[in-house]
């Protein structure tokens, strides 16, 4: 019986659905739910937003600093700008829900693409693709907030299916991987990992057919032809060719950049660094156990985006995408024993789902029908009825998002100098586009030695008052959970009176002498 999501809907629509049916299309169904109650962060969001709004309203993609009093008119390269646009289309159109759905489907089908990698992978062993899949998706649950990065995620599960049918199948599709990476470089950073996945697989199937031939056939010349064809496409990109090498190598030695958490090294003490251990555990293991053979692209893969995954944590989604297709066949019984190395997997054996128990289409039907429910009652129109803690129930983190705060902070007007938390500045580049900011989430714009102040001024370092001056500040947005020391200093300094507080947020004005 075939088996695929193409196959799975035809069954679908002629009453035949069967139990292997049903575990191809949890993951997708789960993952839809799960996201659809996402709420929205303000760091890497609301700047986007409005800066999607710059690009809809104008018709030009800005390349300087629109924001900040402290860096304005400084050259930017705004690489993500087809994802702000977009952002801001949908918001226009549906708010902040149809934005939370957006991100819910993109997500879940770029899971969806690497479940039916993961069936080209090992023959179509449901089951085996679903538990890869959803392994897959324990390694990224961390970094599924509402941003640009979503489009990274549905793009890298489109290289990861591409790669794999052409592994298995061979053919024409390799050569969609161009027009893949000509979208992706207009959208997040994350094409770079893209890009050496199939550098990898180049290289890997290459290298396999000289070892085999001593030369390279046509279809390693059709391979290595694509592979150069997907790196030309990323210079279409409105920064042309200089401005993007200067995005990726300037992000990458960016002192902020490798300082923040969200770039820093994994560590078994967090719970990402544990997920990432556990599955690299597990898929070591279950490698001794059958003795399988993996394939040198998807082992090379493997090994590659698992090392970088210690030294970066955003870089573990990735490698569980990258790796899926690997763990499927080692779950698989009897697959990856006789594939050979470099050509389609060998077909599972038959009966991994029992006839008797797929021929129960009415039973199947109403589980599928059940979770159908579900993933309607999840869709964020209806999350203000549902019955989930009230903190849930906004579409924003109430306790991070400073609604009330920044109300007064808009009152006071362009000729304001404000010290803010970037994730305060986030916000108030949308609900106060007026409003001059020190710093925003945008870690490349901004010279190492003024990370460094703001970090000293948040922490409300001695010297944090001649710090503030030598910027002109006369306003202080404080952040109280990530700032505590610089709301009690600057509360029990007479040089500063507090225009408005409360549990999350206080906002200080110098007082006039």
Partial sequence: MANGFGAALRRLARGRLTLADL???????????????????????????????????????????????????????????????????????????????????????????????CLRS?????????????????MSIFNWNIRPQTASFLFFGAVVFVLET???????????????????????????????????????????????????????????????????????????????VRYVVGFFQNAATQSNVEFGPLSLR?????????????????????????PPYLLAAGLAFGAFSFY?????????????PAFALLLTPGAGVEASAGGAPARPPEGSIPVARQDRPLLNYAVLGLVALCVAASLPWFRPGLPIPQDRRSYTFENETPVAAAQVVCQLG???????????????????PQMPLFMDPRFELYPAE????????????YDWETMLAKYGVNVIFVNKRFEPALAAAAKTS????????????????RVTQ
């Fill in 450 to 461: 003024m990370w460094r102040e703001y970090l000293q001024i948040g922490a409300g370092r």
């Fill in 270 to 294: 967090t719970a990402d660094g544990q997920i990432l251990f556990a599955a690299i555990v597990l898929f070591l293991l279950i490698a001794y156990a059958r003795r399988a053979t993996v």
């Fill in 23 to 117: 575990w191809l299309f949890l993951p997708p169904l789960a993952l839809v739910i799960v996201l659809n109650l996402y709420l929205v962060r303000p760091y890497d969001f609301w700047w986007q937003l409005r800066t999607g709004q710059i690009i809809v309203t104008t018709g030009a993609i800005p390349d300087t600093d629109l924001f900040t009093f402290t860096r304005f008119g400084q050259p930017w390269t705004n690489q993500g700008w087809l994802v702000q646009a977009a952002y801001y289309l949908l918001f226009r159109a549906g708010g902040l829900p149809l934005i939370i759905f957006g991100h819910a489907l993109t997500v879940t089908a770029g899971y969806a693409l690497v479940e039916a990698a």
């Fill in 494 to 509: 007479r040089a500063w009176r507090v225009l408005y507080e409360d549990p999350q947020a206080i906002v200080l004005q």
């Fill in 166 to 244: 052409h592994r298995a199948r061979g053919g024409r599709i390799i050569w969609t991987l161009p027009v893949l990476f000509a979208l992706w470089v207009n959208m997040h950073g994350g094409f770079v990992f893209g890009l050496g996945l199939v550098g990898i697989y180049v290289i890997a199937r290459a290298a396999e057919e000289w070892l085999r031939e001593r030369r390279l056939g046509s279809a390693a010349r059709r391979l290595l032809a694509a592979g150069v064809g997907s790196a030309v496409a990323l210079l279409l990109n409105p920064a042309g060719p200089l401005g993007l």
């Fill in 312 to 324: 970066s944590v955003r870089v573990e989604p990735w490698f569980g995408m990258a790796a899926a």
């Fill in 414 to 432: 362009s000729q304001a100098r404000i010290f803010n938390d970037i994730g305060y500045g986030s916000y108030l580049s949308w609900a106060c």
């Fill in 122 to 138: 090992n023959g179509g062993h449901v089951r085996a693709a679903v538990g890869a899949t959803l392994t897959a998706a324990a």
